[in-house]
């Protein structure tokens, strides 16, 4: 088990002034964990609300060199703070050289599934493609910022968005924003998102009340250079676009975007989004990071960043012979292939959500019946035999390595 290493566990409230320093040291020292998931701030909250919620603490030698925050869910851990946590992993000494693999031994789990594991940490890893993030350039001001968009083939979108913005304070209202901490805001974006994920068929994340609570506590932390922010765009007394995102420092995550349907021909986000941009230049944040992925709508705002990886490390053969089943069931089927292997990546990120958010059993089996009915609703032409067959497997492959 692990040879080299000891492994410990603590609540994220229980480490103590050294080990708090050593977290801030080991952070300072390694760009990829600038983000604001990996400030102690937000380790702390969320190990206050998340259930099962833990700090592995790693030693060599009896000095700490790493430590890992997770979440137990049944046989399996996942990052501390999921779904929510966008970005995760090892928050490590520089060249610690941690196996991730020798960790889960230690804490008896047979499975760590990640979305968003970052720097270089992909040793023992069944890795899907790396996904880089997406980042918004600040350092140099706003009018910098646009000058380098338009310089990456986006001066077309911003015209269009300039054009937008006039028709939607001419027809509607004059435009105004603000970016605060208005708890009263974060109430109503929590409403418009699950009322979103409803009419789409996604897994309400806000249904379990302690991720609520998660981003309840982030609006009200006291520091000015840590916490929730919640951007608004209003034309008139209207409310057409509005945003959480997570400040840490100089770096800005941008979270749960909302707009309002009746106004889309304005482009309302993306209006929202360059008004976020800005603001947050002035006050002096350096980046502004749009998660992993390089959607369209990115592209139109971030440039790529560092590579993160969607995967998972496991430790028990009965996990990898089940996937390697599945894996031989879909190469039999060659006409099939492409499209099911994408489905059950999809499948996978949806039961994963679903676990993270209904720690019982229970919980996972109901949400996951309806999950998997909508997939099924929404992908007909996979077929009810081969299809229906394979996303049962998937599913049972799912809650099996979460029991």
Known sequence: MGAGISVETRRASELDPQARALWAQFRSADPALASPYFDFRYILAAGETAPGAEVAIIRRSGAIVAFLPFQRRGGA??????????????????????????????????????????????????????????????????????????AAGQGGF????????????????????????????????????????????????????????????????????FGLRIAVLKAGDKIVAA???????????????????????YSPG?????????????????????????????????????????????????????????????????QLHDRLRTLYQRMDRRLDRIAACEPRLNGQISAAGRSLGHIGRRHRAVGAGLGLGLWLAGATAGLLILD
């Open 77 to 150: 851990i996942q990052p501390m703070g999921a779904p929510l946590t966008d970005y995760h992993g090892l928050v490590a000494q520089p060249g610690a050289d941690i196996d991730l693999k020798a960790v889960l031994e230690h804490l008896r789990a047979r499975r760590f599934r990640f979305g968003g594991l970052v720097g270089g940490q992909a040793r023992a890893v069944n890795a899907a493609a790396p996904r880089p993030a997406m980042i918004a350039d600040l350092t140099e001001g706003y009018e910098a910022y646009l000058a380098g968009r338009r």
């Open 158 to 225: 911003l015209k269009d968005k300039r054009r937008r913005r006039r028709q939607l304070a001419e027809q509607v209202g004059p435009l105004s924003f603000s970016l605060s901490a208005d708890p009263d805001l974060l109430e109503t974006i929590i409403t418009e998102k699950r009322a979103q994920w409803r009419r789409t068929g996604q897994h309400d994340i806000f249904s379990a009340d302690w991720t609520q609570d998660l981003l309840r506590r982030l609006s009200c932390d006291p520091d000015a250079d």
């Open 243 to 265: 945003e959480a995102g997570l400040l840490s420092g100089s770096v800005y995550h941008l979270w749960f975007p909302i707009y309002d349907p009746d106004f889309a021909r």
């Open 270 to 334: 993306a209006l929202m989004t360059l008004e976020t941009l800005r603001v947050l230049a002035e006050q002096g944040v350096a980046f502004a990071d749009f998660g992993p992925g390089v959607e369209d709508y990115k592209r139109a705002f971030a440039d790529e960043g560092g590579q993160v990886v969607e995967g998972d490390v496991t430790a028990d053969p009965f996990i990898e012979g089940l996937r390697g089943l599945v894996r031989q069931t879909v190469a039999g089927s060659p």
